[in-house]
């Protein structure tokens, strides 16, 4: 009689073994994927978002992944985050202080260029976009404040950002670090914010068109010249002070241009895309 | 019709079924009885084979495969980076020429998180459904994506070290994968997230590729690294919903391997190769159970066996085009 090793396996054992090690992968992967919930539900990361952006879950719910915001962004300002991100792993973002949204597409192309409306295509112009709102933290600081003027390069030669100067190339954004400027009194963020610059453009536009300037007229769309103004210096107290006001869009230009070290302006995105338009919408 | 509801079956996981010797036709009987009959023939064969195992031949099937596989997602990246707008985005969801394409899997997790659809999507996921129907359903799996190539090349080490024994092929259920495809379906409904998205190593390189390298890219390593020291192919073979959700498309696809009975010696040389070898059954001594057998839904349609086949018994079909 010969005698079964001990460690010698059934068939059936086997069997009994690869289904619970199968159970047990299956229960691995899925909670690993579970994993990425940690970081969203725990708010580490808190986002700027590309405009047209829904409300941060619905966002990252019907974003698809697949870049298509980043790659029609004429300034670059569209990146897509990693898996520290969690759930939000390939989901598109903006670093204002980097680089900006400065709406040099005009039409708003990320969100045309969205497959899935997690971007959504209710909105056509800047003024529409709701993608936070600025905030003045750093005022003590602030230039305009303490009655200072700026001269030179606003992030210095090395800074990659790029915006769009009308008066130079209607067409092409160029990098910040290739425009300096010579100001009595620091208004950058006044001066370059993309809402304030359409809206005096659409005043030299009515001027035009009053004196008889213009012959043929386009019509204009609902929002085209933004309804309300988004940031202007104040004299608060005999100090010229930079106060944001409704029409702010959260595009993040004034904190990327504003030349002190920390920006004196930054973007929350929590507070306003709270109530995005997009959900108002849905 | 029943060929199709047995195929769906095995790519859920189950075992292939066998049909009983008396149930067989005719003359698949008598083929089974007297096949070996022709000892000059099978001697022949076994010759030829032992010259391909001491100098294995260029497989060319794979490497035109290989080039197809990495010529799409270059066109990717270089699409992107020339700015030429051929084909934008990731393999999750792009634009070919203008022209919405989505994945099927992501569009499902997408949907299904989200509980609404806009047209874009619609028109995307139709196109790639139609597309990916007409070209074989898991032909996504080897012609495409990314993971599956480098999940390749971490095979031949993998078989290289087992040879050596440093590595070890634990097998798993598989049906696990219908498993996980059901989890993730119903937690994208519950969490109303695309939660399956996070770990997708196909979402993960594609965008790697495309617009750089990330943190991400260590889970993918993690991946390749288990199927190289502890399961052959384990993340194609038993988990990924990706290639679950093409293998339904792929079900009643025209474009299919066929199994020509006749022809075959059954030497086995197909299944080596073979990542889904459950879809071979058939080429078992004995268990064909017609003269001419399609592949199932579960094959990805990479070509191996038709290279691998000494006598040609395997050989690739387009129904309507080639009869």
Not at chain 1, 87 to 111: E, K, M, T, W, Y
Not at chain 1, 266 to 273: A, E, L, P
Not at chain 2, 234 to 242: D, E, G, M
Request: a positive charge.
């Amino acid at each position: 009689m010969s005698k079964k090793p001990q460690n010698r396996l059934t068939p059936k054992q086997k069997e009994r073994r690869k289904f619970l090690r199968s159970i047990a992968m299956t229960i691995g992967v899925s909670g690993i994927a579970l994993l990425g919930m940690v970081p969203v539900l725990g708010n580490w990361v808190k986002r700027l978002r590309p405009p047209g952006a829904l409300k941060e879950d619905k966002f990252l719910a019907a974003c698809i992944k697949c870049g298509q915001c980043v790659q029609v962004c004429p300034v670059e300002a569209i990146k897509l985050a990693d898996l520290t991100d969690g759930l939000g792993v390939g989901v598109p973002h903006i670093d204002p202080r980097d680089q900006a949204c400065d709406f040099s597409c005009d039409g708003l192309q990320c969100v045309l260029a969205c497959p899935t409306g997690a971007l959504i295509h209710e909105i056509s112009f800047p003024s529409e976009v709701d993608m936070g709102v600025a905030k003045t933290v750093n005022l003590k600081q602030c230039l305009a404040v303490n009655g200072q003027g700026f001269k030179g390069l606003a992030r210095g030669a090395d800074f990659k950002g790029k915006l769009r100067y009308a008066e130079i190339d209607r067409w092409n954004p160029i990098k910040l670090a290739d425009h300096p400027y010579d100001l009595e009194l620091c208004d950058l963020c006044v001066r370059q914010c993309p809402i304030e610059i359409s809206i005096a453009e659409c005043a030299a536009e009515d001027e035009k068109r009053q004196s008889g300037k213009v012959d043929l007229v386009a019509v204009r769309q609902k929002n085209e010249c933004p309804p309300k103004h988004a940031i202007e210096l104040r004299n608060i107290d005999g100090r010229m002070t930079p106060v944001i006001l409704d029409g702010c869009v959260g595009c993040g230009v004034c904190e990327m241009v504003c030349p002190v070290e920390p920006a004196v302006i930054v973007m929350d995105s929590s507070d306003s895309r709270a109530n995005s338009k997009g959900m108002r919408i849905l | 019709m029943s060929n199709v509801i047995e195929s769906i079956r095995v790519l859920l996981g189950g075992t292939p079924k066998r049909v009983a010797k008396k149930d067989m036709p005719e003359e698949v009987r008598e083929l089974h009885a007297h096949k070996f009959a022709d000892k000059e023939r099978i001697e022949k064969i076994r010759i030829e084979l032992a010259e391909k195992h001491a100098n294995p031949p260029l497989e060319k099937l794979r490497l035109k495969r290989w080039a197809v596989l990495i010529a799409v997602n270059l066109l990717f990246v270089v699409s992107y980076h020339l700015d030429i707008q051929l084909l934008e985005g990731a393999l999750t969801a792009s634009r070919f020429a203008g022209f919405h394409m989505a994945d099927l899997n992501s569009a499902l997790q997408v949907m299904l998180a989200f509980k609404h659809v806009v047209i874009n999507l619609v028109i995307g996921t139709t196109t790639v459904f139609i597309l990916w129907w007409l070209l074989g359903g898991r032909t996504f799996c080897s012609w495409v994506c990314p993971y599956h190539l480098v999940a390749e090349w971490a095979e031949m080490l993998h078989l290289k070290l087992v040879d050596k024994g440093w590595a070890k092929d634990i097998q798993f259920d598989r049906r696990s994968r219908a498993w996980l495809w059901l989890v993730f379906v119903i937690l994208a409904v519950v969490t109303g997230y695309t939660v399956y998205e996070t770990i997708s190593p196909t979402g993960i390189l594609s965008r790697a590729l495309i617009y750089g390298p990330g943190v991400a890219l260590i889970w993918v390593a993690l991946l390749l690294l288990f199927e190289i020291f502890f399961s052959r192919r384990a993340w194609c073979r038993y988990a990924c919903p990706i290639g679950l959700t093409y293998g339904i498309v792929g079900a009643t696809s025209p474009f299919t391997v066929r199994y020509q009975l006749p022809n075959c010696f059954h030497e086995g040389e197909c299944r080596k190769v073979c990542l889904v070898p459950h879809v071979l059954d058939t080429v078992l001594k004995g268990k064909a159970k017609a003269m001419e057998v399609d592949i199932g839904a579960d094959c990805t349609r990479c070509l191996r066996c038709v290279d691998a086949c000494p006598t040609g018994a395997l050989t690739i079909k387009y129904k309507g085009l080639t009869s």
